[in-house]
């Protein structure tokens, strides 16, 4: 199957049964879908709840912080997911929109460091948070992501 695909006909780029999976970049896509999906049904769990308690006449005045971190989340994780997409498509824009949500996902994180009172929750989250950035970091800046984003030929599962 060697020359399908707008390869050039390149012997180097076999996609077939010998071909093997670009690991990194399916791990970046994995990694942006899944931290994606997890923040995007956060923020909209906890807009629709604090919508839901302003509906039922409950004061909501003190839930300010929480709706803008909600959003937040919200957002971030809908950037994720399109850079996911992106990525899995080998879209060139892919890696400045996953790197604008990791961007993101450090300030978020630098926000919760210095605002958030510690408890275990706060600190399990950062934790995670500051492992999540130095992971999608070292995936942005390797060698088979940039090349699998150069190649422009999308990921596929076997």
Not at 127 to 152: F, I, P
């Amino acid at each position: 199957m060697t020359g399908a695909g707008g390869d050039g006909g390149r012997p180097d780029a076999d996609h077939g049964s010998g071909h093997t999976p670009r690991s990194a970049a399916m791990a970046l896509a994995g990694l942006s879908a899944g931290f994606g999906i997890i923040g995007a049904s956060i923020g909209f769990a906890t807009v629709l709840g604090v919508t839901a308690t302003a509906a039922g006449g409950s004061d909501t005045s003190g839930m300010g912080p929480m709706v803008i971190s909600a959003v937040s989340s919200l957002v971030l994780g809908l950037l994720l997911i399109v850079g996911a997409v992106l990525l899995w498509r080998a879209n060139r824009a892919s890696l400045v929109v996953i790197g604008a949500g990791v961007t993101l996902l450090a300030l978020s994180t630098a926000a919760r460091m210095i605002l958030d009172s510690v408890t275990f929750i706060s600190v399990v989250g950062t934790v995670l948070s500051l492992l999540a950035l130095v992971v999608m970091g070292y995936l942005m800046t390797s060698r088979d992501v940039r090349e699998h984003v150069r190649e422009g030929v999308p990921l596929r599962l076997r």
